[in-house]
């Protein structure tokens, strides 16, 4: 078939998610339909350093990622600024770009600050949209100015730490009091605080991972349920699922999401009232617009015990993984895996367009 699209799949990353990544590009690539696509790798390492499409394929074909970096290391000149890109101009002619680099560089608005100096089109959100989404602190700000209903929090930054302790907390919320990075996926360094020492042996362990942490509400129940958001101005909300995890743990961990799922129940469609359904697909997408988000976001909700929705997390490179619930809610509302692929690329190109229309010119001086 001639006239294939180039496009560049991008994985990997620095942050707790980077195996989570390679999970879902393996994913995404398998669903790209090669009568269509010409596919270059490029594995974004833990360190952050791009490896070259041939280094990145022996690494997607089972070798192994620490023996493949340390020999691609010996070849790179760091004294050049751009060594941790360099690989990116082995490949010549990509059209469009597809970072599915979860967490940090990835939807921080890192990689897409990138892609958007080498003036090509990519999927997903924006820089500013990317960093608001990613930063749990600035999401519920962005919440509560579009009346979002999402839960209430305390933020503890170094600076602060020491005014904080689990009785004034308690005070505030509650007896259960959950403890998250900011800026951090996948229930990395999140803790159920229930006492003085849980708080500050989860508080030091958080730490290790932002020096933004949430203090936060806990709902009374609650049922985690999931909606897949796309599009760009005009976005599409998929039909709801539940996530229920094993009664032992406290809550939906890293290790229930990709370590080993076999006690997790995935209810795809959930059956839920229409008055629950209709009232959470418009908090997702008044959520996605007021962040200002494209191409997709996957949104998780809590709803408590007498069914009242609280907008928990929001997603904009979700997970692409066997047990990933972005594409397997689309799956349910009738876009297939491949069809999904086709459609972000497509509002890619559409968001790169609408930007190229923007004038940025100016008058010069004399």
Known sequence: ??????????????????????????????AMDKEKYDISLFLLTKKGIILSNE??????????????????????DFSDP???????????????????IHGNLGEDGTIQGLLRLLHKPYVGSGILESAMGFDKDITKKMLNLANVRNTNYQLITPDNKDEWSYAKLQAKFGDVIFLKPANQGSSVGIHKITNEQEFEDGLKDAFRY??????????DGPEELEISILGNEKP???????????????????????VDASQVIFDIPVDVSTELSDEITDMALRA??????????????????????????????????????????WESSGISYTELIDRLIDLAYAEFDR????????????
């Open 210 to 219: 932002d020096y933004k942490i949430l203090a936060e509400q806990s709902i």
């Open 82 to 100: 751009l060594a941790p890109i360099k690989n990116l101009s082995e490949v010549k002619d990509i059209d469009v770009f597809f970072p599915i």
């Open 1 to 30: 078939m001639a006239n294939k699209t180039h496009l560049a799949l991008l994985f990997g990353g620095d942050s707790s998610e980077h195996d989570v990544s390679k999970r879902s590009a393996h994913n995404i690539y398998d």
């Open 288 to 329: 996605y617009k007021a962040l200002g988000l494209k191409g997709m976001a996957r949104i998780d909700f809590l709803v408590s015990k007498d069914d009242v929705p609280y907008l928990g997390e929001v997603n904009t490179l979700p997970g692409f993984t066997n047990i990933s619930l972005y594409p397997q809610l």
């Open 236 to 258: 599409i909300a998929s039909k709801l699922g539940a996530i229920r995890v094993p009664k032992q743990d406290k809550f939906y961990t890293y290790d229930n999401k990709f």
């Open 55 to 76: 280094a990145s394929h022996r690494v997607f074909n089972g070798e192994s990622e620490d023996d493949v970096v340390k020999e691609e290391m010996s070849k790179l």
């Open 355 to 366: 930007q190229s229309n923007i004038i940025h010119d100016f008058k010069p001086l004399s």
